[in-house]
Nanobody
Framework: QVQLVESGGGLVQPGGSLRLSCAASGSISSINVMGWYRQAPGEERELVADITNGGSTNYADSVKGRFTISRDNAKNTVYLQMNSLKPEDTAVYYC???????????????WGQGTQVTVSS
């Protein structure tokens, strides 16, 4: 069984910063891609950023230059540093990971429970 647990959301003023964390635990053989998605009210879930186990990153155009994704492979943890936050960044942020499960080595697609980020004055 595999679990993703997120932390770090909250309320911040425009121009402020937040750091999200997501730790994977359970019967993990290895983790391929880890990433962050977000979903605003009435909108579809969209990719914010992802990172491979080799460290290659990919960002949505709307966050390039403001957000930085990183991971600690030893801790099975992915981070999202969000700077220069804007009201349009307000959403529920979800962690995602493609995990090779120990029991049978299948690759599962796992999601965290979501953490609210609100950017408002």
């Amino acid at each position: 069984q595999v679990q993703l647990v997120e932390s770090g959301g909250g309320l911040v003023q425009p121009g402020g910063s937040l750091r999200l964390s997501c730790a994977a635990s359970g019967s993990i053989s290895s983790i391929n891609v880890m990433g962050w998605y977000r979903q605003a009210p009435g909108e579809e879930r969209e990719l914010v950023a992802d990172i491979t186990n080799g460290g290659s990153t990919n960002y949505a155009d709307s966050v390039k230059g403001r957000f930085t994704i990183s991971r600690d492979n030893a801790k099975n943890t992915v981070y999202l540093q969000m700077n220069s936050l804007k009201p349009e960044d307000t959403a529920v942020y979800y962690c995602n990971a493609k995990i090779v499960v120990q029991a049978d080595l299948h690759i599962g697609n796992y999601w965290g429970q979501g953490t609210q980020v609100t950017v408002s004055s």
